[in-house]
Protein backbone atom coordinates (compact mmCIF):
# COMPACT_ATOMS: atom_id res chain seq x y z
CA UNK A 1 0.00 0.00 0.00
CA UNK A 2 1.96 3.02 -1.27
CA UNK A 3 1.82 6.25 0.34
CA UNK A 4 2.62 10.08 -0.97
CA UNK A 5 4.42 12.27 0.90
CA UNK A 6 6.31 15.95 0.15
CA UNK A 7 10.15 16.44 1.40
CA UNK A 8 10.07 20.45 2.41
CA UNK A 9 12.87 22.65 1.67
CA UNK A 10 13.86 22.26 5.49
CA UNK A 11 14.21 17.92 4.55
CA UNK A 12 10.93 17.76 6.77
CA UNK A 13 8.75 14.88 5.38
CA UNK A 14 5.23 14.30 6.99
CA UNK A 15 4.50 10.82 7.38
CA UNK A 16 0.72 10.36 6.21
CA UNK A 17 -1.73 9.39 8.59
CA UNK A 18 -2.99 5.85 7.09
CA UNK A 19 0.98 4.94 7.41
CA UNK A 20 0.90 5.77 11.11
CA UNK A 21 -1.97 4.17 11.78
CA UNK A 22 -0.05 0.87 10.01
CA UNK A 23 2.78 1.76 11.95
CA UNK A 24 1.17 1.91 15.38
CA UNK A 25 4.54 4.02 16.74
CA UNK A 26 5.57 7.59 16.96
CA UNK A 27 9.37 6.63 16.56
CA UNK A 28 10.91 5.22 13.15
CA UNK A 29 13.97 4.01 12.28
CA UNK A 30 14.97 5.28 8.36
CA UNK A 31 17.47 3.26 6.28
CA UNK A 32 18.15 4.30 2.38
CA UNK A 33 18.86 0.53 0.33
CA UNK A 34 20.23 2.15 -3.09
CA UNK A 35 17.37 4.95 -3.76
CA UNK A 36 14.91 3.51 -1.83
CA UNK A 37 14.08 4.83 1.72
CA UNK A 38 12.50 2.22 3.95
CA UNK A 39 10.71 3.29 7.43
CA UNK A 40 10.49 0.99 10.43
CA UNK A 41 8.49 1.64 13.29
CA UNK A 42 10.28 1.48 16.33
CA UNK A 43 8.83 -1.26 19.53
CA UNK A 44 11.36 -0.37 22.38
CA UNK A 45 11.22 0.09 26.09
CA UNK A 46 11.23 3.56 25.63
CA UNK A 47 8.34 3.61 23.59
CA UNK A 48 6.48 0.98 26.25
CA UNK A 49 7.54 3.64 28.81
CA UNK A 50 6.39 6.98 27.27
CA UNK A 51 2.83 5.33 27.02
CA UNK A 52 3.52 4.89 31.16
CA UNK A 53 4.24 8.24 31.39
CA UNK A 54 1.27 10.31 29.42
CA UNK A 55 -0.18 12.66 31.88
CA UNK A 56 2.56 12.21 34.68
CA UNK A 57 4.43 15.69 35.52
CA UNK A 58 8.06 15.42 34.00
CA UNK A 59 10.83 15.64 36.73
CA UNK A 60 14.22 16.73 35.64
CA UNK A 61 17.63 14.56 35.19
CA UNK A 62 18.76 16.42 38.42
CA UNK A 63 16.01 14.90 40.54
CA UNK A 64 16.08 11.80 39.61
CA UNK A 65 19.92 11.73 40.11
CA UNK A 66 19.83 13.05 43.93
CA UNK A 67 17.40 10.86 45.00
CA UNK A 68 19.14 7.86 43.53
CA UNK A 69 22.29 9.00 45.05
CA UNK A 70 20.24 9.92 48.39
CA UNK A 71 18.56 5.93 47.93
CA UNK A 72 22.50 4.89 47.58
CA UNK A 73 23.72 6.98 50.39
CA UNK A 74 21.13 5.42 53.17
CA UNK A 75 21.65 2.13 52.03
CA UNK A 76 25.36 2.57 52.75
CA UNK A 77 25.26 3.34 56.73
Known amino acids: MPFTATITSKG ?7 ARKVLDSNTVEIDVVGNTLVIRAVRSVAGALAKYAEGKKPVSMGKIREKVWSEVASEKK
Do not use: M
Not at 12 to 18: D, G, K, M, T, V
Open 12 to 18: QLSIPRE
